[in-house]
Nanobody, 116 residues
Framework: QVQLVESGGGLVQPGGSLRLSCAAS????????VGWYRRAPGKQRELVAT???????NYADSVKGRFTISRDDAKNTVYLQMNSLKPEDTAVYYC??????????WGQGTQVTVSL
C-alpha cells in the first residue's frame, strides 16, 4: 500500500519560514517525480513546485526565489523549504509522487497559515 505523509505545517508570521516534509512508503521513490501543490480557501488546487527523478525543478512564479523543493531518496522523503512567507501562501499543502498516468499518489495535506 502506497502512503505519502506530510508534516511540518503550522502557523507562522509573515516573513517567517517553514519546512514541509513528505515521507513516502510502498513505492520505489527514486523512480518518481515529486511535487508540492496547494489549495487555498475558495480556490482550486495549484502547483507549487515539482522535482523530477533527474533533478529538474519547476516552480510557480508566485514562489520562485522563496521556496525550494528537494528530495532525499535514501529517506524516501521530499521537502519544501518555504522562506519569506506571505499571507497569500496560506493553504493546505499536498505532496504528490508521479511516475505515469495511473501511477500517481497524494498525501492527505498539511495546513500552512501565514498570519500575525
Amino acid at each position: 500500500q502506497v502512503q505519502l505523509v506530510e508534516s511540518g505545517g503550522g502557523l507562522v508570521q509573515p516573513g517567517g519560514s517553514l519546512r514541509l516534509s513528505c515521507a513516502a512508503s510502498g513505492i520505489i521513490f527514486s523512480r518518481y517525480a515529486v511535487g508540492w501543490y496547494r489549495r487555498a480557501p475558495g480556490k482550486q488546487r495549484e502547483l507549487v513546485a515539482t522535482l523530477t527523478s533527474a533533478g529538474i525543478t519547476n516552480y510557480a512564479d508566485s514562489v520562485k526565489g522563496r521556496f525550494t523543493i528537494s528530495r532525499d531518496d535514501a529517506k524516501n522523503t521530499v521537502y519544501l523549504q518555504m522562506n519569506s512567507l506571505k499571507p497569500e501562501d496560506t493553504a493546505v499543502y499536498y505532496c504528490n509522487s508521479r511516475r505515469r498516468i495511473g501511477d500517481d499518489y497524494w498525501g492527505q495535506g498539511t495546513q500552512v497559515t501565514v498570519s500575525l
